[in-house]
C-alpha cells in the first residue's frame, strides 16, 4: 500500500495517479439531514473493523480502500449511495443499480437512514470488500 503524502489516501500502486482532495469529511455532510450523518458514522464503524481498511476523501465522496479501493460513498440530498464492485452481477432487492464496468460490475446501493444498516446489507458490503482482497 502507498499513502499520498499530499492527501493521505491510500492505493495500491505506488505513485499512482489520482486527484488529491483535502476535503474533510465532514464537509461532504455540510447541510446533510442528520439521518445521513448517523448512517454514515454507523457503516463507518462497520467497516472500519475489517482489515485492512482506510477511508479517505475524494472530490465528492469517502473512498474506502483495502488492497484497492472498494467502497465509493457519495453523500447526495436524501440519501447515500454506496457503490461497490464484484466480478459477477448480484441479485438483491437492496440494490438499486448494477451496470458492468471494465470488466467488473458496479453495484450500487441507496441508503437513507442508519436502521436500513442491517447485516444483510453488510453482507453484501462484504462481497465488495472480498472482491477488493483479491
Not at 458514522?41 to 473512498?63: F, H, Q, R, Y
Not at 452481477?89 to 442508519?114: N, Q, T
Amino acid at each position: 500500500m502507498w499513502t499520498c503524502p499530499k492527501c493521505e489516501r491510500n492505493f495500491k500502486t505506488t505513485n499512482q495517479s489520482h486527484t488529491c482532495s483535502n476535503v474533510d469529511m465532514g464537509e461532504l455532510f455540510l447541510g446533510k439531514p442528520d439521518n445521513l450523518v448517523l448512517a454514515f458514522d454507523a457503516l463507518l464503524m462497520e467497516v472500519s473493523k475489517w482489515t485492512p481498511c482506510s477511508a479517505g476523501t475524494a472530490k465528492n465522496s469517502i473512498v474506502f480502500a483495502s488492497k484497492k479501493a472498494w467502497l465509493i460513498v457519495k453523500p447526495m440530498t436524501k440519501e447515500l449511495d454506496l457503490k461497490f464492485y464484484n466480478d459477477e452481477p448480484l441479485d438483491s432487492y437492496r440494490l438499486k443499480k448494477v451496470s458492468a464496468s471494465f470488466g467488473k460490475y458496479a453495484h450500487h446501493i441507496r441508503v437513507k437512514s442508519e436502521v436500513e444498516l442491517d447485516q444483510e446489507l453488510y453482507a453484501i458490503l462484504r462481497i465488495g470488500f472480498n472482491h477488493s482482497l483479491k
